[in-house]
Structure formats: structure tokens, C-alpha cells
């Protein structure tokens, strides 16, 4: 079997002790993006899921069957979140690759790229490629080696039949060929007041329930985090460290 958070093929697998996932409810809920960005996004998934055999498809056999997301914008504002709703939402394992996991090898990177897009397809994943922007810089005649890796990765996007994010928070710098394979590219902004107090809830709330203890924090608590002018990711470190610091006790 593959471990999907270990990235590996693991052997003496227990099957009489796998047991079904169990899926939450409205995994959007703790996504803290316009309304109509998460419509956008839960509508085109549903749609991708629902397909049949009639998918509008490319004049080349094989061509533009997947459905590319590019999430872009600073670090902590809920791009990687983005996507571990949607495998949830569409019952759907995830697949998480980071850039830095790949070869600078052209030759060695392609059969990288092959294989994951390959299982991707196969196991009906989500794939998930974190800070894509160094497969996607733009080509110039200086640097042949990285007009390589980029050509290789155009390629293989082209005739990819599943789905796919890629972040970034360069995408200034993006080749311009990329444009074409991409059928959404979302912009994530800082977050709000209102958003960085429904964050800070979601976290304390966390907590009390893995503690059984009653969440005591008043709104006003929350709306004066809020103020705090920080990202999803510190947010969320501020609340596991408070929890470890609290469990000392």
C-alpha cells in the first residue's frame, strides 16, 4: 500500500484493520475566502466529479481532460487549506508534493512528474503541488537547463486527466505558456478582521473539545484577535503552542 502523509510504499499492511474514512461534514467551513471563490470552486469539483464519457475535450485525443487549479498569494492565507476541503468535499484522497521532494535532473524529474501524475490519475486524487513556481519560471535563452524542466512540465500538465493545484506566491514570474493549461487561477488577499476572528474561534474551540472543557472565551475576546494583523499559519502555531503550554500544567 502507499502511505499518501508518508509518501512511500509500506508492505505488511493489516487489511482486516483498514477501516472507511470518515469524512467531516462541510470541510469549507474553516476556509476563510469569499463566498464566491469557494461557490466557484465546490461548483467546477462537483461538475469535474459528475463528468461522463461527454467531457468537453481537446481536437487531440488525450488533451485537456484535468481540471488545473493555481492558488497564488502570500504564505498562511489558506491555499493548502483550499485543497485539503476539496479532497474532502469530493471524497477524494490527497496528494501533497512540495517542489523541493523533486529532482533538478530533467530525466529524473519527468519520470517524478510521470509517476505522480500517473497514481494521481489512477487513485483519483487530489494532487497537491506546493510552491510549483520553480517548475514554472519563465524561459530564457540563458538557461537552457530550466527551459528544459519547464518544457517537461508543460507537457505532462497538457495530457494530465485528473486534479491538480499548484501554489505560489510568485506568480509574476510564471512562464507565459502556463496561462493556457490553468482553467482557474485564484488570487488569495490578506485576510480580514472577520475572517482572522472565525480563525482564532475555530482554533479555541478546537481545543476545548479535545479537552471536554467549555470554550469560555467571549466574542469580544475573538474580535480583539481579529484586530491582529497575522495569517492563518501563525494563528495557528499561537494555538498549539498555548495547548502544549497548557497541557504542562
Do not use: C
Not at 461527454?54 to 488533451?63: A, H, L, M, S
Not at 479532497?87 to 509517476?115: C, F, I, M, N, W
Not at 482553467?183 to 481545543?207: F, Q
Amino acid at each position: 500500500a502507499f502511505a499518501l502523509d508518508q509518501k512511500a510504499w509500506v508492505h505488511g499492511v493489516r487489511i482486516s484493520q483498514l477501516e472507511e474514512v470518515q469524512w467531516r461534514g462541510d470541510p469549507f467551513q474553516s476556509l476563510q475566502f469569499s463566498d464566491e471563490a469557494k461557490n466557484l470552486v465546490e461548483r467546477l469539483v462537483r461538475g469535474f466529479n459528475n463528468r461522463k464519457g461527454d467531457v468537453y475535450d481537446d481536437i487531440i485525443e488525450g488533451k485537456g481532460k484535468g481540471l488545473i487549479f493555481l492558488l497564488h498569494g502570500p504564505p498562511g492565507l489558506g491555499k493548502t487549506l483550499t485543497a485539503e476541503s476539496v479532497a474532502v468535499s469530493a471524497h477524494r484522497p490527497l496528494y501533497r508534493v512540495t517542489t523541493g521532494e523533486l529532482s533538478t535532473d530533467v530525466q529524473v524529474l519527468e519520470k517524478q512528474l510521470t509517476d505522480i501524475f500517473r497514481l494521481g490519475a489512477r487513485w483519483r486524487a487530489v494532487v497537491l503541488l506546493d510552491e510549483a513556481d520553480v517548475l514554472m519560471t519563465k524561459r530564457t535563452v540563458q538557461d537552457l537547463h530550466r527551459n528544459a524542466i519547464v518544457a517537461v512540465f508543460l507537457r505532462l500538465l497538457e495530457y494530465y486527466r485528473g486534479m491538480l493545484f499548484l501554489t505560489t506566491n510568485r506568480r509574476d514570474d510564471f512562464d507565459e505558456a502556463f496561462h493556457s493549461r490553468i482553467h482557474v487561477s485564484l488570487e488569495y488577499g490578506l485576510l480580514n478582521p472577520a475572517w482572522r476572528t472565525n480563525i482564532w474561534r475555530e482554533h479555541v474551540e478546537r481545543a476545548s473539545q479535545l479537552n471536554k472543557i467549555p470554550n469560555l472565551w467571549t466574542q469580544e475576546i475573538f474580535a480583539a484577535l481579529g484586530k491582529l494583523e497575522t495569517n492563518g499559519r501563525d494563528i495557528k502555531n499561537f494555538a498549539r503552542t498555548a495547548y502544549a503550554f497548557a497541557q504542562a500544567e
